[in-house]
Nanobody, 122 residues
Framework: VQLQACGGGLVQAGGSLRLSCAASGRTFSNSAMGWFRQAPGKEREFVAC????????YYADSVKGRFTISRDNAKNTVYLQMSSLKPEDTAVYYCAVRSASIATPTSVYDYWGQGTQVTVSS
């Protein structure tokens, strides 16, 4: 199983970025997908996740109203649209797949991408 994340970069505060993550290597039917992030010196934290159907979505309070997660099952791809970015959003962003129903804890996700750096300047 491979997860390839891309779309990170350097952006000014208030700007936007769109991350994408393509999964390959197996069928991801009924799998939840999520985004997590890890800032320097901090633990990896939950950002957003989405159920297989897209009908259930959870966000961390810190990104609610600014980030939007979506998925395209035909492409095995999950997206994270990030708007109104803040310097505190700076982190390496990871996508992940859980071979079960939607959940938020980092520990229950089975497959992880390599991460993409997002840097927000003030």
């Amino acid at each position: 199983v491979q997860l390839q994340a891309c779309g990170g970069g350097l952006v000014q505060a208030g700007g936007s970025l769109r991350l994408s993550c393509a999964a390959s290597g197996r069928t991801f039917s009924n799998s939840a997908m999520g985004w997590f992030r890890q800032a320097p010196g901090k633990e990896r934290e939950f950002v957003a996740c989405i159920s297989w159907s897209g009908g259930i979505i959870y966000y961390a309070d810190s990104v609610k109203g600014r980030f939007t997660i979506s998925r395209d099952n035909a492409k095995n791809t999950v997206y994270l649209q990030m708007s109104s970015l803040k310097p505190e959003d700076t982190a390496v962003y990871y996508c992940a797949v859980r071979s079960a129903s939607i959940a938020t804890p980092t520990s229950v996700y089975d497959y992880w991408g390599q991460g993409t750096q997002v840097t927000v300047s003030s």
